[in-house]
């Protein structure tokens, strides 16, 4: 599913940059407002960290064996995370193009229609949320020695994926130290996202959530979703060394996972249960993304606005 929604959001992001940059409005093409390159950028860099997420992940699945499980922490970020970024990039998209996106005949009157089902056929939020939880503990703090692993992709019998064994101990099972891979970045995004992190730790360590709160879905939701942007930003990392993501289009992707991560602080802040220490922690982490009004240029330049005419869907 996390595919599909990749694939209904490219198909959608094509039509709708096709669309907005031949439209005129007030005398100026609709791609010339401020705000509309804010959510193409916004839509298009979304698109590319689902890519390298989904890409990444399936490294992991490829390279599986019985000491090496952690693609069961990274199958279901993808199942949640991919799948719910593909609803927030078609949400962008047609808060340009407006009232096309309703017209017959049209890929995006499809997509607005598909891409809701795939977060939910995918076992829904909560239940991925909750099993992406049993991990966090042992991501964090117990951090285990694993080669390197690079891209997957020779054409070989993935045998193990056929005979994977019992599905419990799921607590137990470890993962590489994720420090070394944030550190390897020294983007101005990439740093404001690691004290956002180091905030979240000190959270669990300081103010960690108590037996009742453990048993609140609704509290550990918005725990759940600042943990898995952590895991989903050292995938995006990993596979933009890769696939040789340029410099500022990797700053621009964890210029939303700033932003992101804010907002899930501010709904575990507002949260009935969280307590003051708890509080204090989650306003810290409320941080504003580096600004630079020229790094955004190039990518809207480069990257986001250069796919206008690029692919149009055959009748």
Not at 211 to 235: H, N, S
């Amino acid at each position: 599913m996390g595919w599909a929604s990749i694939g209904m959001s490219t198909h959608a992001f094509y039509e709708a940059i096709n669309h907005a940059s031949h439209r005129e409005l007030y005398g100026m093409h609709v791609t010339d407002f401020p705000h509309v390159k804010q959510m193409f950028v916004d839509a298009y860099t979304r698109l590319v960290a689902m890519k390298l997420v989904a890409l990444r992940a399936a490294d992991y699945m490829r390279a599986a064996s019985a000491e090496d499980k952690r693609y069961l922490l990274y199958n279901p970020v993808v199942k949640m995370k991919v799948t719910t970024q593909g609803e927030k990039v078609i949400d962008l998209l047609w808060d340009v193009i407006a009232a096309k996106g309703f017209e017959k005949d049209t890929f995006f009157d499809m997509a607005t229609r598909d891409i809701r089902a795939l977060p939910k056929l995918e076992g829904t939020v909560h239940v991925n949320i909750a099993l992406i939880l049993k991990f966090m503990a042992n991501y964090f703090f117990k951090p285990a020695e694993f080669p390197e692993l690079g891209r997957r992709s020779e054409a070989v019998n993935d045998d193990f994926l056929f005979k994977q064994g019992p599905a419990r101990g799921l607590g137990q099972i470890r993962f590489h130290d994720f420090r070394p891979v944030y550190n390897s970045i020294e983007s101005p995004n990439v740093k404001v996202f690691r004290k956002q992190i180091r905030l979240l730790k000190m959270l669990l360590l300081l103010a960690k959530p108590s037996e009742k709160q453990r048993k609140d879905i609704d509290y550990l939701m918005a725990l759940g979703e600042l943990f898995t942007l952590v895991v989903y930003g050292q995938l995006i990392i990993e596979n933009a060394r890769i696939y040789q993501i340029e410099a500022d289009l990797l700053d621009q992707i964890f210029d939303f996972m700033v932003r992101d991560f804010s907002k899930h602080a501010l709904q575990l802040y507002s949260k009935p249960s969280s307590n003051l220490r708890q509080r204090r922690l989650c306003l810290m982490m409320i941080k504003k993304p580096a600004v630079n009004t020229m790094r955004f240029s190039r990518v809207w330049e480069r990257h986001v606005f250069a796919q206008k005419d690029q692919y149009v869907m055959s009748d």
